[in-house]
């Protein structure tokens, strides 16, 4: 029974759900002193060893909080897989009249409500834009930005959705920043290296043939390339294609690979944190064409 229990729940059981199983507290006991449960946090065990999986901590911080409780801030970002990864002690958001836990971080909030938790992954956590704004009540700016452009490329959310929630709080002390970085205009903040396998990603989550990197096209270096379709793919950042002579010598490279038979795709990279599936379509459409 515990087994079972433990099996949907990252091998993690809880004390009250031992008991409603029928296990008394003197069996809880003899368990842990034979070592067939590993203490956690206060009335969390995991049932047989500790050599925990994957989210493991994540459910036994929300077991140990009880009812209502969600993973959240940093944690729920690492969760939701948006940078950087979360150090230290899992992040909790409860209801304010919650109690401490050794070895979790608390959070109390008398504004979470059943429209800001999901289940993923059978855990109770903070929607994307909640993680987002408790992020930004705590993050750095360079984080923030970093976690928002994360979280709409692998569209967990929509700057729709993230100005819905600026609105709707009040009083939070991350919601201007959170709609300022929302409301900026220069480039995503991903670097160039960052962008270039976030592209790369996409390929291969489409399932198409993998390209060349940075390689020399004639006289000039190509981000992508597929050399047998003679298809090269551009990735443009505003700061360094919006002047005038960017732009001229973008479109003077582009004539010169054409006239060596070459299609050449550019796409920016406002549009690969926004609109990450079309330029993979536009790309597919390309690779079947000189197929």
């Not at 993923?120 to 993680?131: D, Q, S």
Request: charged content about 25%; aromatic content about 4%; overall charge positive.
């Amino acid at each position: 029974m515990i087994a079972t229990l433990a099996e949907r729940q990252y091998g993690v059981v809880a004390t009250r759900q031992l008991l409603a199983a029928g296990i008394s507290a003197s069996a809880i006991t003899t368990r842990v002193r034979r070592h067939r449960l590993h203490r956690l946090y206060q009335g969390v065990y995991a049932v047989g060893h500790t050599a925990l999986v994957p989210l493991a901590r994540e459910m036994a911080a929300v077991l140990a909080c009880g009812e209502g409780a969600a993973i959240s801030h940093r944690s729920a970002a690492t969760v939701w897989r948006m940078p950087p990864p979360a150090e230290g002690p899992i992040d909790v958001t409860v209801a304010r009249s919650g109690r401490s836990r050794s070895g979790l971080r608390i959070h109390r909030s008398r504004t979470l409500t059943d429209r800001d938790v999901q289940v993923r992954h059978g855990i109770p956590i903070t929607t994307p834009e909640r993680t987002l704004l408790d992020l930004a009540d705590t993050s750095q700016d360079r984080d923030l930005e970093r976690a928002i452009d994360e979280a709409l490329v692998q569209t967990l959310t929509t700057r729709a959705a993230l100005r819905a929630i600026v609105d709707d709080v009040q009083g939070r002390r991350g919601a201007p920043r959170l709609g300022a970085l929302l409301a900026r205009e220069n480039e995503p903040a991903l670097t160039r290296s960052e962008a270039e396998e976030r592209f790369l990603e996409l390929i291969r989550a489409a399932g198409l043939d993998a390209p060349e990197v940075n390689v020399r096209v004639g006289s000039h270096m190509g981000d992508f390339l597929w050399r047998d379709r003679r298809v090269v793919v551009e990735i443009d950042g505003y700061r360094f294609h919006s002047s005038r002579k960017a732009f001229e010598r973008d479109r003077l490279r582009d004539a010169q690979l054409a006239a060596r038979g070459y299609r050449v795709m550019r796409i920016t990279w406002r549009q690969l944190i926004e609109e990450p599936y079309s330029g993979v379509a536009r790309l597919s459409r390309a690779l079947a064409a000189a197929a």
